[in-house]
């Protein structure tokens, strides 16, 4: 139960009857009528900005309103106090049993306490990491591939039926590029001297062996063959061989796709051709030429006539080219090709993650989305920022090109998954995040990872000394537990923010925020710590008391509740909740 979406309705209702007395006119928009935690914990547990939204509307001064809504709102149901404070807000204090039901409702629910039918099970295609396949995964598509995984999981938590996919960038210059580099590499290996690697070449060492397994299929069979005859060869061997790798990567760090799709294959199946057949009947696309690139010297450039589309009516800054001036297709038009074909498979909804190095990709995209689909179809693109490295406080400097990479799995084999997979969600996925190798894997409280899985490993231990002393623990017991007993300010503190959560997931789904999550966790973490500490200096405020039967039993639900909710949260970030701490 979500109990801010049941005072909405109370608000809801209380409008309604002030509309009924002739105090306010009938038909009013509540669309941006809200009810949320006020800023200041110490104004109540909620506030209403409805007088201050629907005042100009209704004619009214929204202090006036304020006070009539206060009044109306004094009455309902598990309000014990509705003040109206300026300039136009309602704050509500709600009855401590209101809040203690909550208990009973997270130990009935389970894992679904929480759940929403906000995606109304509306299908969205989540495609997030697709790095090219021309080396492992490093720490930056981690970051991408964390967060995408976090929100399709909680995506799925909020009622969509969620499509996790992997686009694989087979068919482009990058893909070329990784089979001269491994060319380069199996000359090395047959003796035939090719001199320096080049400087736009994959210097990895992880290409050697895919290098050395075509050396010992096919001999020496290419050399001094021209590009055309072993290009297909080795780009296909070396795409197959890095996504071997990436799979590999994928599952020590605990993802699972639902769909591959291959750009190699959408270009073969001629799903570009059939894209732009799609846009041509429309009307949206032409023969011309674009300005000259901003920054560019005019004398530099050629206005060759180019296939375009015309993206600058949906909302980009100009319109894009669709073909080459030697004919070839451009990215751009394999890349529309692409999101019509997530489209075309029921996804009226999708949801790409990139690098915040595409950031001026975005709006072509979505203005390709738009055409393609007649409107049919949204797009969202999220960005994710770069990952700096840092170990005891150094910068680490790493180059891809110079061929010093940590790779994620370096990453992942020093932290482990789990610690990787939280930490990656303590910044909003639009803004950098410093990860400390070292203190990533600390034990104190200024390790977010370790701060919420001790919380949960704390319930543990409690509920493993309860039973040590023969106190009932099982499900049952718990959901018929006094809830009455539980009046400490610390203990309504904690229930109180466990309450939240069913607010959290929709906020945090409706915005594509993960971070949420963990901001969250973080919250109620200290919540208990706060309680386990004082509990720690006053008996009278431990979690088992034997000779206190009804209050142990009490604290135990409360504690089950806090536990399941912190569970949940860690799942839906991928993280596996820890019993005990090593």
């Not at 309902?76 to 009973?104: C, H, K, M, S, Y």
Request: contains cysteine; neutral net charge; proline residues 7%.
């Amino acid at each position: 139960m979500n109990l801010f979406d049941r005072m909405l309705e109370e608000v809801r209702g209380a409008i309604a009857r002030l509309a009924e007395a002739g105090q306010l006119p009938p038909d009013l928009d509540l669309g941006r009528v809200t009810v949320e935690p006020p800023r200041d914990p110490d104004h109540g547990h909620m506030a209403t900005n409805a007088a201050l939204v629907l005042a100009r509307t209704a004619r009214r001064r929204p202090m006036e309103l304020a006070e009539d809504l206060a009044r109306e709102l004094g009455g309902a149901p598990g309000v014990r106090e509705a003040r109206a404070t300026a300039p136009g807000f309602v704050n509500l204090r709600l009855e401590d049993a209101v809040w203690l039901e909550q208990i009973r409702c997270v130990l009935e629910q389970g894992e679904d306490y929480g759940r929403t039918d906000l995606g109304a099970g509306i299908t969205v295609n989540c495609e997030y990491c697709s790095a090219n396949p021309t080396g492992p995964l490093h720490v930056g598509h981690g970051r991408g591939t964390v967060y995408g995984d976090a929100l399709a999981n909680l995506l799925a938590f909020a009622g969509y039926r969620v499509v996790r996919e992997y686009y694989i960038n087979d068919g482009g210059g990058q893909v070329e590029v990784l089979a001269r580099s491994l060319f380069h590499r199996y000359r090395e290996i047959l003796g035939d001297d090719p001199g320096p690697l080049p400087p736009d070449a994959y210097p990895y060492p992880e290409l050697i062996p895919v290098a050395r397994r075509i050396a010992e299929e096919d001999g020496p069979v290419w050399l001094g063959q021209p590009e055309e005859a072993w290009r297909e060869r080795f780009a296909r061997a070396g795409s197959e061989a890095m996504m071997a790798r990436i799979r590999e990567d994928l599952a020590a760090l605990g993802v699972r796709f639902d769909v591959f799709t291959s750009e190699r294959r959408l270009i073969q199946e001629g799903r570009i051709e059939e894209a732009v057949r799609r846009l041509e009947e429309q009307g949206h696309v032409y023969v011309g030429t674009l300005p000259p690139p901003k920054g560019k010297p005019v004398e530099d450039w050629e206005p060759n006539p180019q296939l375009l589309f015309r993206a600058s009516a949906f909302g980009d800054d100009s319109d894009r080219p669709l073909k080459r001036a030697n004919g070839a297709w451009t990215y751009f038009a394999a890349d529309l090709a692409y999101h019509y074909d997530k489209f075309r498979r029921g996804a009226p909804l999708l949801v790409d993650v990139w690098g915040a190095d595409h950031g001026g990709y975005v709006k072509r995209m979505e203005a390709a989305v738009a055409a393609l689909t007649g409107g049919k179809a949204r797009l969202v693109v999220k960005l994710c920022q770069m990952v700096h490295l840092y170990r005891g406080g150094q910068p680490l400097r790493l180059s891809k090109r110079a061929g010093s990479v940590l790779w994620l799995r370096d990453v992942l084999e020093q932290v482990g998954r789990d610690v990787f997979r939280f930490m990656m969600l303590t910044r909003k996925n639009d803004a950098p995040l410093d990860f400390d190798l070292e203190k990533a894997v600390e034990q104190s409280r200024d390790n977010p990872v370790f701060y919420v899985q001790y919380a949960h490993a704390r319930i543990c231990s409690v509920f493993r000394h309860a039973e040590e002393a023969g106190m009932p623990t099982d499900r049952r017991r718990l959901i018929a537990a006094p809830l009455d007993q539980l009046r400490d300010p610390g203990e309504l503190a904690l229930v109180r923010t466990m309450a939240h959560w069913p607010r959290v997931v929709v906020g945090a789904a409706r915005h594509f925020e993960p971070h949420r999550i963990a901001f969250y966790l973080h919250d109620l973490a200290g919540a208990l710590h706060a309680l386990w500490t004082r509990g720690k200096e006053d008996d009278a405020l431990r979690f088992v008391i034997p000779e206190r039967p009804q209050v142990t039993l009490a604290r135990l639900a409360m504690l089950a509740a806090v536990r399941q909710v912190i569970a949940r949260g860690l799942r839906i970030m991928g993280v596996e909740p820890v019993t005990e701490l090593q």
